[in-house]
């Protein structure tokens, strides 16, 4: 089936480059999934942290794919937490 074309939809892969500003993140390959209610970015060393009064936490990530070596750091304003359960793992919650 071929679903029509509207000039207001931006037509995007199942993976795409994008870029976070705000976490002075420059590009970054994400999975794109529109029925999605939400994101997530793989991170690690993960520390919470009071900014100001206000709860913040920063965090590493890989910015390439299958690259280990190349690192950013990031800081934001804590937004909320998630219960998240790996495979490996039992549940835990994080920032």
Partial sequence: ??????????VIGWREWLALPHLGIPQIKAKIDTGARSSALHAFNIESFTRQGQPWVRFS???HQHNSTDTLT?????LETRTVKTLAATPSLVP
């Fill in 1 to 10: 089936m071929i679903l029509p074309q509207s000039k207001d939809l931006l």
């Fill in 61 to 63: 990530i890989h910015p």
């Fill in 74 to 78: 990031a800081e934001a304003a804590l």
